[in-house]
């Protein structure tokens, strides 16, 4: 009988195939296939690739997988093939119970770009099952006296199928006595009834035994059967009747616990205890209705004893016995319908379909981050769900089919202000009042190089000190990104530029990786002060971003030149000048003067001068500031006609730098005093002389009256910066120059440091030419034009400017118009 079964359940199945193998429909972008139930593990359901246009190579590279609603996975794919596989045993009675249609939606996602797409199964019933009676010992206890065609409603036999495969129809042994007949009630249900069709005779039979059968629609048709015993009592001839054979009510799933729900009433025409009622549940009333629902024996109403749940089940048939107290106990049946009306108990739930993707933040608008559903166990209105997402929020919900969703971009995204968003969805039932919940996504943003390097400040000061050491470290600049990972990465470089005609490359470099600055050889002052270095900052993104920024980098003096002697000229005498003196000179005779310079700045060029050696150190000593020779006593005969001093010139550096420069003096009888002769010029008589002497008053007025104005705005500007360091002061010093008539002399005066020296040189002390002269120094404590006649027309052969200034935040210039008489 086994094997004969096994083989009708292989032709039903190949017959099953044949059918619906390839059956499969696409409609509104979802797809539909049908299989029967019970169908061996591996079995193909259909080619989903094919009927979803994917090619083969796409299930692997777009990670195509199934999502089943249902929680278990019936179903997977076969990606060397494409095709639907049955994962799992299918039970249409465990997943659909007797539904008349039975389907397990099923959701194809699909990467790159995502997608969804929904597929149904319908799973079709077989007659895999059979009838089968709650017990299979069936006892009735009728009494003799029971009228003709009374019924005796008797246990249903339960069929787990559904359809055609399902109970149809009951059969009995054959009997005189009974008969059976099929009433169909509320649910679908078929109940057989037993029905007397010939009085009884306790006397003949007391105990009549049946055989009950169930038999199902199916082919082959299953069956199953209960054994019926039927006592035969003789007493009490009366059943309890209800006044209903069935009772509807409808009850709110929130009903609470111990309220009323039906009243059911029977009644017995008997008298005493025959006519006495009592009622009950039926005997085989499942555990859910008594866990449910209670009955009062005594008046027959049922009260709630539980809490309702119309999401579990929404409907319940409840068997209400009515027994008597007679010998025998006579009994009677309703049928009591319940329905549950839902209420909005339970709040919307959000699922993901899709775990979120990371979104760069260039992505455009509409770009899918993830998928999701919204659900609520509720009906009607209450399962109606609305998803909202916060206001000002870069995202939205796009939705496709079946409250399905898609999280989409809208709006810009920028990783530098927000690397995560942490997106709250609420979702809200449309019940009253409405019930919500809210789920958060996270979402990450990925970078892309849209922020270029920035340096700290846009320009940079380096003050370095001259004669470095090459390869040490003038400076460290810095940049930084916004931006992550590579395209927050910096590497740093020169700009090529011109440093007096030399790549700056040339006297720097840079390190690619931290920026900091080296020098490639030492730096000289006096040959370069200051110089620009353009440092670039780029970032290694791509495509990568660039920013520049400017290095002043300032030379600062250092003390490595010695004074220069530039007067008496020794180029051909070596370190040897040659000078003349008359023998009667006075006390105060300049002899000669000595001039050096020093190429360096600052303190470092501030130059004295000293009397080393001397053949006679009593006769001649020298000017600690100008460098002038001069007699201190007048020359005697004991004198010796050669004269050998040895001047040492130091500036006021550290450490101190000299030179040495020896002058030889020889003492002439019959030499004059130049300015003597001049004097006795100037006395001969003459027109000429007399009108020139004239402009030469005027002239001195003028000169006067600027050099006054001169020395006012030289005031006020002291006064206006008095925190600065220096004093504004004028001293005296002597220039030498040369006659210029209708020409003026511009000197300017810088303010970058205290005034040494100012000085217009003319020739040797024999030339007889003197010219007027300013100089200036913050160290004096007076301040003094000096004017000297001048006698010859010689043209300015040189003029040393102004070695540093100490008047701050502004350079001043006068004109003095040379005076010279004939």
């Given amino acids: 009988m086994t094997k004969r079964m096994g083989y009708r359940d292989w032709r039903w199945q190949a017959l099953w195939w044949n059918n619906f193998f390839l059956l499969w429909s696409t409609i509104d972008g979802q797809t539909r296939y049908t299989i029967p139930e019970e169908l061996k593990q591996g079995s193909v359901v259909g080619n989903l690739a094919k009927d979803l246009g994917l090619g083969l190579s796409e299930i692997f590279d777009r990670k195509l997988r199934v999502a089943s609603e249902a929680g278990k996975q019936y179903f997977s794919v076969d990606a060397g093939k494409g095709e639907l596989v049955v994962n799992d045993r299918i039970d249409r009675e465990a997943l659909c119970g007797q539904s008349a249609s039975c389907v397990l939606p099923l959701q194809v996602v699909i990467e790159d770009p995502l997608q969804l797409y929904r597929v149904e199964i319908e799973i079709q019933d077989i007659n895999d099952n059979s009838p089968r009676f709650p017990s299979n010992d069936i006892t009735l206890e009728i009494a003799e006296s029971t009228a003709v065609g009374v019924r005796f409603p008797l246990e249903?036999?339960?069929?787990?199928?559904?359809?055609?495969?399902?109970?149809?129809?009951?059969?009995?042994?054959?009997?005189?006595?009974?008969?059976?007949?099929?009433?169909?009630?509320?649910?679908?249900?078929?109940?057989?009834?037993?029905?007397?069709?010939?009085?009884?005779?306790?006397?003949?039979?007391?105990?009549?035994?049946?055989?009950?059968?169930?038999?199902?629609?199916?082919?082959?048709?299953?069956?199953?059967?209960?054994?019926?015993?039927?006592?035969?009592?003789?007493?009490?001839?009366?059943?309890?009747?209800?006044?209903?054979?069935?009772?509807?009510?409808?009850?709110?799933?929130?009903?609470?616990?111990?309220?009323?729900?039906?009243?059911?009433?029977?009644?017995?025409?008997?008298?005493?205890?025959?006519?006495?009622?009592?009622?009950?549940?039926?005997?085989?009333?499942?555990?859910?209705?008594?866990?449910?629902?209670?009955?009062?024996?005594?008046?027959?109403?049922?009260?709630?004893?539980?809490?309702?749940?119309?999401?579990?089940?929404?409907?319940?048939?409840?068997?209400?016995?009515?027994?008597?107290?007679?010998?025998?106990?006579?009994?009677?049946?309703?049928?009591?319908?319940?329905?549950?009306?839902?209420?909005?108990?339970?709040?919307?739930?959000?699922?993901?379909?899709?775990?979120?993707?990371?979104?760069?933040?260039?992505?455009?608008?509409?770009?899918?981050?993830?998928?999701?559903?919204?659900?609520?166990?509720?009906?009607?209105?209450?399962?109606?769900?609305?998803?909202?997402?916060?206001?000002?929020?870069?995202?939205?919900?796009?939705?496709?089919?079946?409250?399905?969703?898609?999280?989409?971009?809208?709006?810009?995204?920028?990783?530098?202000?927000?690397?995560?968003?942490?997106?709250?969805?609420?979702?809200?039932?449309?019940?009253?009042?409405?019930?919500?919940?809210?789920?958060?996504?996270?979402?990450?943003?990925?970078?892309?190089?849209?922020?270029?390097?920035?340096?700290?400040?846009?320009?940079?000061?380096?003050?370095?000190?001259?004669?470095?050491?090459?390869?040490?470290?003038?400076?460290?600049?810095?940049?930084?990104?916004?931006?992550?990972?590579?395209?927050?990465?910096?590497?740093?470089?020169?700009?090529?530029?011109?440093?007096?005609?030399?790549?700056?490359?040339?006297?720097?470099?840079?390190?690619?990786?931290?920026?900091?600055?080296?020098?490639?050889?030492?730096?000289?002052?006096?040959?370069?002060?200051?110089?620009?270095?353009?440092?670039?900052?780029?970032?290694?993104?791509?495509?990568s971003l660039s920013s520049n920024a400017t290095v002043h980098v300032f030379i600062l003096d250092q003390n490595d030149n010695a004074p220069a002697v530039i007067y008496p000229s020794s180029a051909a005498l070596g370190s040897l000048s040659h000078q003349r003196m008359p023998r009667f000179a006075k006390a105060g005779h300049l002899v000669t003067k000595v001039t050096a310079v020093d190429a360096d700045s600052g303190h470092n060029a501030w130059i004295s001068y000293k009397l080393a050696e001397a053949t006679d150190a009593s006769l001649f000593t020298v000017n600690l500031y100008t460098g002038e020779v001069r007699t201190k006593r007048p020359v005697s005969e004991q004198d010796d006609s050669s004269q050998r001093l040895l001047i040492e010139i130091k500036d006021d550096g550290e450490p101190v730098q000299s030179a040495t420069v020896t002058v030889s003096i020889l003492l002439e009888d019959g030499l004059h005093e130049p300015i003597l002769d001049l004097r006795q010029k100037a006395v001969e008589p003459s027109k000429k002389t007399g009108r020139i002497t004239l402009y030469l008053i005027l002239s001195l007025a003028s000169v006067s009256v600027l050099s006054l104005l001169t020395f006012l705005i030289l005031a006020i500007k002291c006064i206006r910066n008095s925190r600065s360091s220096g004093s504004c002061c004028m001293r005296r010093s002597d220039c030498d120059g040369y006659k210029n008539p209708n020409r003026n002399l511009q000197i300017q005066l810088n303010t970058d440091g205290p005034i040494k020296y100012v000085e217009v040189l003319g020739g040797d002390m024999l030339s007889q030419s003197q010219s007027f002269r300013s100089c200036l120094s913050p160290m004096s404590e007076y301040s003094d034009f000096t004017f000297v006649k001048p006698s010859s027309t010689t043209d300015f052969k040189e003029m040393i400017n102004v070695l540093d200034a100490s008047l701050p935040d502004s350079t001043w210039t006068f004109e003095s118009q040379q005076v010279s008489r004939e």
Avoid: W
Avoid at 171 to 179: P, R, V, W, Y
Avoid at 274 to 297: A, K, M
Avoid at 387 to 395: A, C, I, V
Avoid at 470 to 493: C, Q, R
């Fill in 156 to 543: 249903s036999a339960l069929d787990p199928d559904a359809g055609s495969n399902s109970l149809k129809t009951y059969t009995l042994s054959k009997d005189e006595c009974f008969s059976i007949k099929v009433k169909d009630v509320a649910g679908g249900r078929k109940v057989p009834e037993l029905i007397l069709a010939k009085p009884l005779d306790r006397e003949k039979k007391a105990v009549i035994k049946l055989l009950l059968t169930a038999l199902d629609g199916g082919n082959p048709v299953r069956s199953g059967t209960s054994q019926l015993s039927i006592r035969v009592l003789d007493i009490n001839d009366n059943v309890p009747v209800f006044e209903k054979t069935i009772y509807k009510v409808s009850i709110s799933e929130d009903t609470a616990e111990g309220a009323l729900i039906v009243q059911t009433k029977a009644t017995d025409t008997d008298d005493g205890q025959n006519g006495d009622v009592e009622y009950s549940f039926g005997v085989h009333t499942p555990d859910s209705v008594l866990s449910l629902f209670s009955i009062d024996h005594i008046s027959g109403n049922i009260f709630l004893k539980a809490k309702l749940d119309f999401e579990t089940n929404a409907n319940y048939e409840v068997d209400v016995s009515a027994k008597d107290k007679g010998s025998p106990r006579m009994e009677g049946h309703c049928s009591v319908h319940v329905e549950v009306l839902d209420v909005n108990d339970n709040a919307p739930e959000i699922v993901l379909t899709s775990q979120p993707k990371p979104v760069r933040e260039d992505s455009s608008a509409g770009t899918v981050v993830a998928l999701l559903s919204a659900r609520d166990l509720d009906s009607g209105d209450n399962g109606k769900v609305m998803l909202q997402l916060p206001k000002g929020s870069p995202f939205s919900l796009k939705p496709s089919f079946s409250n399905n969703y898609a999280l989409v971009t809208s709006g810009v995204l920028d990783r530098e202000s927000f690397s995560e968003y942490h997106i709250e969805i609420t979702a809200t039932d449309s019940g009253s009042p409405p019930l919500s919940s809210k789920k958060t996504i996270p979402v990450s943003i990925t970078d892309v190089n849209d922020n270029p390097p920035r340096f700290s400040q846009p320009s940079y000061n380096v003050y370095l000190k001259e004669n470095g050491v090459p390869g040490s470290i003038l400076y460290s600049v810095s940049a930084s990104d916004l931006d992550f990972g590579e395209n927050a990465k910096i590497s740093y470089s020169i700009l090529d530029s011109k440093v007096q005609d030399v790549s700056v490359s040339s006297y720097v470099y840079i390190n690619s990786d931290n920026g900091s600055i080296y020098s490639m050889h030492s730096f000289d002052y006096e040959k370069l002060k200051v110089f620009q270095i353009r440092v670039q900052a780029k970032d290694q993104g791509s495509p």
